[in-house]
């Protein structure tokens, strides 16, 4: 990735969205630039010294820079740095300070360093490292069994290459990896000619500029689906070690889930299982949408002929039905939520996998059924501590139980996990939702219009979003907005969205339809 570009909120960027040294189109001269900045970020790079190491002169590579990479050297150096002291404070390792990581990754003034910080990340160094600290406190509490998951994809995985001295390091980070594939619901596999996927890894570099990179191969197809690349990789460490491991199987998971959707999508029509069909209704029920959502049902309903007690089947059924109310998607919601309660009720006695718990999850928190949520969302944390989905449910679970701040970093850390998941946007629309119960009504309409250009077709979010304009005196935003809810729901009520909106705190709700009735939405 050349510096400058968006960063990621994770501890390391997936290599197809990075441009790399080798393969970037820049010229030679800045390609060695950007390798000597990267190699040593905490250096203060002259300008003639970056020259000297591209073959060219000062005033060349300051307009070959600008020209290609579109900045300076000193800014490029700048975004490398911050992106390098973000990887450090999300890995959260033991001991770690916030001085220490400014120094390694070349800002000698602190105070310069968390500005600039928290102007591109939206928080301070502290925020990210306190967080750290509650993802790191859900692993610890983590069982070293785990219960059989059904229909588990499989994925070989063996030995991580490497040099003779980190053989030792980078066999126990492959433990840790297979350790958190398997607590996220996939089957480790020691021979590709047994799994559908493969996974390999291999550790290049020394020292603080150690890297581990892992690819992700379809056995049936030789292609490449996925891969991922994770700096500064540590080595005494055990709980950092199990730290990076998760984060790893988390970013690996939608990947997958991708290919096991596409897979079932390839298959014949009559050859279909219960769980090929819940696959392929999985993405219409992600997309939180009236078309996706009708899709899901008619595959999940043929799901279910073929095996009512299928758990992933169930769950998402149970997810679609209360969707249908919540979301405005039916004429019939006392029916709808009746069907989506019975369906939960039958999942919760079904499984312990982390994303059918997860789904399950979501389903209650819809259905007012708070406290089980949260009982069903802290068992699929104890499960699987690396589930972006569990940790966004646990934050909304937050918001509706009247914690804000604590909803806001579960659903920073379901980002941090997962940020290109189909349901990250659902977590930003859950961190607009907290600052407006915090009564930040600017920063929640910041957050829920973010939400909205990553996912247009989730008008509902206006519901919320009006209201924050409305309460934070934006009134031709909050037109704007309201109009936008009234052109998908042309009908629809205030009366309407208060029997259809999820569990807020009473004082919220009723700030909610108060801003929408001021706003103009008919009572």
């Not at 208060?498 to 339809?513: I, Y």
């Amino acid at each position: 990735m050349i510096a400058g570009q968006d960063i990621s909120q994770v501890i390391s960027q997936d290599i197809p969205q990075r441009i790399s040294s080798a393969t970037s189109p820049v010229p030679r001269g800045v390609r060695r630039a950007l390798d000597a900045m990267r190699a040593n970020v905490g250096h203060n790079w002259r300008l003639t010294e970056l020259a000297a190491i591209a073959g060219t002169s000062g005033r060349t590579l300051q307009r070959q820079f600008l020209s290609f990479v579109g900045k300076t050297p000193r800014a490029v150096l700048r975004d490398i740095g911050l992106e390098c002291a973000r990887r450090e404070l999300l890995q959260g390792a033991p001991g770690v300070t916030i001085m220490d990581v400014a120094l390694r990754c070349g800002f000698p003034h602190c105070g310069r360093f968390s500005i600039a910080y928290r102007r591109r990340y939206g928080e301070t160094p502290s925020q990210t490292l306190k967080r750290q600290g509650v993802f790191t406190a859900t692993l610890g509490a983590m069982p070293s069994l785990f219960g059989s998951a059904r229909d588990r994809p499989a994925v070989a995985f063996g030995a991580i290459e490497a040099a003779t001295e980190n053989l030792e390091i980078a066999a126990d980070i492959a433990d840790d990896i297979a350790a958190a594939l398997t607590r996220a619901g996939i089957s480790v596999a020691s021979s590709p000619r047994t799994a559908g996927y493969q996974l390999t890894g291999s550790m290049r570099g020394s020292g603080p500029q150690t890297r581990l990179i892992f690819r992700l191969i379809d056995t049936e197809t030789g292609g490449q689906l996925w891969a991922h690349r994770a700096d500064g990789v540590p080595r005494d460490e055990t709980a950092t070690g199990e730290h990076l491991a998760t984060r790893i199987a988390a970013a690996l998971q939608p990947c997958l889930r991708v290919a096991e959707i596409d897979r079932a999508l390839r298959k014949p029509a009559s050859c279909l299982s219960a769980r090929d069909l819940a696959l392929r209704a999985m993405p219409g029920v992600l997309s939180l949408d009236a078309d996706g959502n009708a899709r899901a049902l008619e595959l999940l309903e043929r799901a279910l002929d073929l095996d009512p007690d299928h758990p992933l089947a169930i769950s998402l059924a149970a997810w679609a039905h209360v969707q249908r109310v919540v979301y405005h998607f039916t004429h019939a919601p006392r029916e709808e939520r009746a069907r989506s309660l019975e369906l939960a009720h039958k999942a919760s006695t079904l499984c312990n996998d982390a994303t059918v718990l997860a789904v399950l999850g979501n389903a209650l928190t819809l259905l007012n059924e708070v406290d089980a949520a949260d009982v069903v969302i802290r068992k699929a944390l104890a499960v699987d501590g690396g589930s972006a989905w569990a940790w966004s449910r646990s934050g909304w679970i937050d918001v509706y139980k009247g914690d804000p701040q604590s909803g806001i970093e579960r659903f920073k850390i379901a980002l941090d996990l997962a940020p290109h998941d189909p349901l990250a946007f659902n977590s930003m629309v859950g961190i607009g939702c907290a600052h407006f119960n915090a009564g930040q009504y600017a920063d929640a309409a910041v957050w829920q219009e973010r939400a909205l250009a990553e996912h247009p077709s989730a008008s509902w979010v206006h519901r919320t979003l009006c209201p924050a304009y409305v309460l934070a005196g934006q009134g031709p935003l909050a037109r704007r907005s309201l109009g936008a809810l009234r052109q998908h729901y042309p009908d629809l009520t205030v009366s309407e969205v208060e029997r259809g909106m999820p569990p807020l705190p009473p004082s919220q709700c009723d700030l909610v339809f108060g801003a929408l009735q001021e706003a103009g939405l008919p009572a």
